[in-house]
């Protein structure tokens, strides 16, 4: 069965102090990897997509990674703004349905 | 990337009741999907809403709680029907890019309570 596992559940930082999330995917046929930010009361947010293991994706204080098992979403030197639930989703197979994992709730400490 | 807006944001509804949820899509798109996200769980695929053809449920879903309509290609409604407590929920219908790309934009949810 396909399956997205993020951790850590919550994680608080310090202001500037950099991080990774961790987005582990079991499944058949990977299409393509998805990173989002969702804020409270908000829809998720596109970030990034990443197709294929080595691929590296950069948003300001954001980057991608993606290996052939897992992807990271490494925060440098983070920013109260940058609190949010970050989720991370795979497209699998010939359908056009991607499957979420349950997301990392970040705290940025000023 | 498409805007998408919902209506309602959030409502308060009765147990036994039904609510429908509208989305409105500033383009044309082929597939529009719709999402339970329950507190603490991840984003559930409800069903896909192809125009023209009846939506795809996914599996623990069936048309008669959640009826959805596909009137053209800019707009779908979903209904929550027979409504208890445990479908309180936030509500949220996304699109495909349409570039190529396989990611999807989403709208800004509704967020149901039932009482």
């Known amino acids: 069965e396909d399956q997205v596992t993020q951790s850590p559940e919550a994680l608080r930082l310090q202001e500037g102090e950099s991080s990774s999330l961790n987005c582990s995917y079991t499944?058949?046929?990977?299409?393509?990897l998805f990173w989002y930010r969702q804020d409270p009361g908000k829809g998720p947010e596109f970030l990034f997509t990443l197709y294929s293991a080595g691929e590296e994706k950069e948003k300001e204080r954001l980057k991608a990674t993606l290996t052939k098992k897992e992807s990271f979403l490494h925060i440098t030197a983070p920013k109260p703004e940058d609190s949010a639930t970050y989720l991370c989703a795979v497209h699998a197979g010939r359908d056009d349905k991607i499957i979420f994992g349950k997301g990392t709730r970040l705290h940025i400490l000023p | 990337s498409a805007v998408i807006s919902q209506k309602p944001s959030r409502d308060i509804c009765q147990r036994g009741t039904s609510l429908t949820i509208q989305c409105q899509v500033d383009s044309q798109v082929t597939m529009m999907f719709w999402y339970r996200q329950q507190p603490g769980q991840s984003l559930t695929l409800i069903a896909t809403a192809n125009q023209g053809s009846e939506a795809t449920y996914e599996s623990g879903f069936v048309i008669d709680k959640f009826p959805i309509s596909r009137p053209n290609l800019t707009f779908s409604t979903l209904t929550v029907s027979n409504m208890s407590p445990e479908d309180s929920s936030i509500y949220l219908c996304?699109?495909?890019?349409?570039?190529?790309?396989?990611?999807?934009?989403f709208g800004p949810g509704t967020r149901l309570t039932v009482t």
């Open positions: 996304s699109v495909s890019s349409g570039t190529g790309g396989l990611e999807q934009y």
């Open positions: 499944v058949s046929g990977l299409r393509g």
